[in-house]
């Protein structure tokens, strides 16, 4: 049996158990039905499925030289590297009181996006800025960043991609408002179809305070103005 085919009959096991559908969409983290060694398996199946890829586009891997690995560099590539958002765990985050009881807003950016469209499979890259409204809680400055990598490292779109860092932002740091602004440049529109490299794509999320302040909203954005 494939790794894939039992990794997804753990899947479906437990969505039978719990009588509720377990997701594994493109950009849905599956870690907890992973086990040792089983990364190493997938880049195993991945490699033997990408060579009958390279074939089917008529490609002589036997002789040519450039791409004698190639199917084992790719399945790397997607399950070690850009696709590792998927299939390990949450960075670990730990919390800290707000022992000064600092009840203003902060922000942290530009943090590097490195992402993938699930549509076409090509590089999203740009930036993201994280604005936060805290609460009782505090977490390191690098933590960001880390969150921001561990969601980004999957197929996705921009707008969930964006959804999905206020929400985990959120539940560690259990704020009273959290700001997220991205703005990316998308390979599947600059390297094909329209080739358009003038073009980047701005989202934004704003839960609590910045939802219900649109004082706090328009000071989050105006220092994100001034940033790099």
Aim: charged letters at 25%; proline letters at 3%; aromatic letters at 8%.
């Amino acid at each position: 049996m494939s790794i894939s085919k039992t990794i997804h009959d753990l899947i479906t096991k437990k969505s039978f158990l719990t009588g509720k559908q377990v997701a594994f969409k493109a950009n849905d983290n599956i870690s907890e039905f992973m086990r040792v060694g089983y990364q190493d398996l997938l880049v195993d199946e991945v490699a033997e499925k990408m060579q009958e890829v390279l074939k089917a586009l008529v490609i002589d891997v036997e002789n040519d030289h450039n791409t004698q690995e190639t199917a084992r560099r790719v399945a790397k590539m997607f399950v070690l590297e850009l696709f590792k958002g998927r299939y390990e765990k949450p960075p670990r985050v730990t919390s800290f009181p707000n022992v000064t009881s600092y009840d203003q807003l902060y922000v942290t950016g530009p943090i590097t996006v490195r992402s993938t469209c699930a549509h076409h499979f090509q590089n999203i890259r740009g930036k993201c800025y994280i604005g936060v409204y805290p609460g009782k809680k505090v977490i390191g400055l690098s933590k960001f960043n880390r969150i921001v990598d561990w969601i980004a490292s999957r197929p996705q779109i921009q707008e969930e991609m964006t959804m999905q860092i206020a929400n985990e932002i959120k539940a560690v740091t259990e704020a009273e408002g959290i700001a997220v602004l991205m703005r990316a440049e998308h390979a599947c529109c600059t390297h094909r179809g329209v080739k358009e490299h003038e073009s980047d794509m701005t989202t934004s999320v704003m839960l609590g305070m910045f939802r219900e302040q649109f004082s706090l909203k328009q000071e989050f954005l105006s220092i994100v103005g001034t940033m790099k």
